[in-house]
T-cell receptor
């Protein structure tokens, strides 16, 4: 299997611009997770989906962030408008189900820099 | 609330030697899972090993093993015969067994350097 695929790997944008991060989970996995990694806060869960439905978005920092999963093989995380403090590495992970017994497999991450 | 603490921000070890990374966690729950993830310079997060809290036997995966002390809420990772490719950031993570979602809680990480 190709593993979790994320694009782009690097994104540099200017403050105020819209940013869209993309994720393709492992085929057959029904749950998808978005994480953010920063020096100050470490790795934190933003939102997760089960069977394309958002289950918990309590980690989404504010209304500027939105995530969608239109089908089982694709998800997006959008930031609009972007701010310098959004600079971070964003990871997508997938697992067979949302149960904690199932291992989460991570993608390579997208490094976002907002100038 | 659950927390995970890694008290060693950086560690180094000579190639072929053994190193132990520390992790402690705090929870009032009895059923949970613990993980060690590796993040090399490529940034990819790679699962190294997992431990079910209900299992007394410590998990092992080739050169990687854990020392799970449930009463002490300690979960250390031992890397034997360290290799240059083990150089990475290592994260300890925790998830409740009955959580509706696999909400992993990560420690701050330990940066391990393996020196030739």
């Amino acid at each position: 299997d190709a593993g979790v695929i994320q694009s782009p790997r690097h994104e540099v944008t200017e403050m105020g611009q819209e940013v869209t991060l993309r994720c393709k989970p492992i085929s057959g996995h029904n749950s998808l997770f978005w994480y953010r990694q920063t020096m100050m806060r470490g790795l934190e869960l933003l939102i997760y989906f089960n069977n394309n439905v958002p289950i918990d978005d309590s980690g989404m920092p504010e209304d500027r962030f939105s995530a969608k999963m239109p089908n089982a093989s694709f998800s997006t995380l959008k930031i609009q408008p972007s701010e310098p403090r959004d600079s971070a590495v964003y990871f997508c992970a997938s697992s067979l189900t949302y149960r904690s017994t199932d291992t989460q497999y991570f993608g390579p991450g997208t490094r976002l820099t907002v100038l | 609330a659950q927390t995970v603490t890694q008290s060693q921000p950086e560690m180094s070890v000579q190639e072929a030697e053994t190193v132990t990374l520390s992790c402690t966690y705090d929870t009032s729950e009895n059923n949970y899972y613990l993980f060690w993830y590796k993040q090399p310079p490529s940034r990819q997060m790679i699962l190294v090993i997992r431990q079910e809290a209900y299992k007394q036997q410590n998990a092992t995966e080739n050169r990687f093993s854990v020392n799970f002390q449930k009463a002490a809420k300690s979960f250390s990772l031992k890397i034997s015969d360290s290799q240059l490719g083990d150089t990475a950031m290592y994260f300890c993570a925790f998830v409740l067994a009955y959580n509706q979602g696999g909400k992993l809680i990560f420690g701050q990480g330990t940066e391990l350097s393996v020196k030739p």
